[in-house]
């Protein structure tokens, strides 16, 4: 069986035009407030990546860099300042937040700012199919497959992972009357006894449990369709930084067995931070319009 590489790039590439062309369309710069609090390097890696891209597609950030001694209710109110302010069309909080700093300070994004449905209050819209936006990488997962005409409706889908940013979301996004959803769906977890017996069920996997090839060729039926969303840092002394990455699949067991098969890097990733950009620029249009 041949199988189809999924990349990511070709579907970013559009959807990257569309923010260009609708961010000049609007009389303001629509623009990302991005919270960091503390010094967390993959945070501080991955706030400069969005802001190179927003750069490129007429999306103004403004990085707020916050030391954890100001304390929780501190950092609380610089969220909930930002989300007061008129300028701003849409905050993040890095994440993970330094030990002190509770979770609940998303808890001041309003949900039309809300652009990576981080709060409770989002999350429950999302829940209800009321949403202002969809937790970006659980976004990413379904426009990966439509990009590639790859049909939901009536598909078993199995996920590995029930986080509140892809796992539990994406369930709800595919459980929804619509082309993009009306899938079966199953999701499985570290208390699910016998992995493999749900996994080669599975018309498409997405793997997301953050386990570097946790999913092996023997878990999937052949021509599955198989999307890994799991980014691992990995030691490899033959890299030039002396690590690579990799996702949660065994990628080379999967050739001649699955279908279709997402890369890892090069995959969903690559998607998650346009439409993060096409969300805040979404929440500008809805601010011009008041």
Known sequence: MDTVLLKGKPIAVGIREDVAHRAAAL???PTLAIVMVGDDPA?????ASIERAAAKVGVV???VELDPSIGSETVARAIRELSQDTLVHGIIVQQPLPVG???AVVEQIVPGKDVDCASTYSLGLLMTGREV??????LAVLEMLHGHDIALPGKHVVIVGRSTVVGKPLANLLLRKSERGNATVTVCHTGTSDLTLHTRQADILVA???RPGAIRGDM???GAVVVDVGVNQIDDPSSKKGYRLVGD???DEMTGLASAVTPVPGGVGTLTTALLLRSVVVAAEDASTL
């Open 27 to 29: 009389p303001f710069d």
């Open 43 to 47: 945070s501080a890696y991955y706030s």
């Open 61 to 63: 950030t403004r990085l």
């Open 101 to 103: 700093i509770p979770p």
């Open 133 to 138: 936006f969809a937790p970006c990488t659980a």
């Open 208 to 210: 997301a449990m953050g």
């Open 220 to 222: 999937i039926s052949e």
């Open 249 to 251: 699949v065994a990628f």
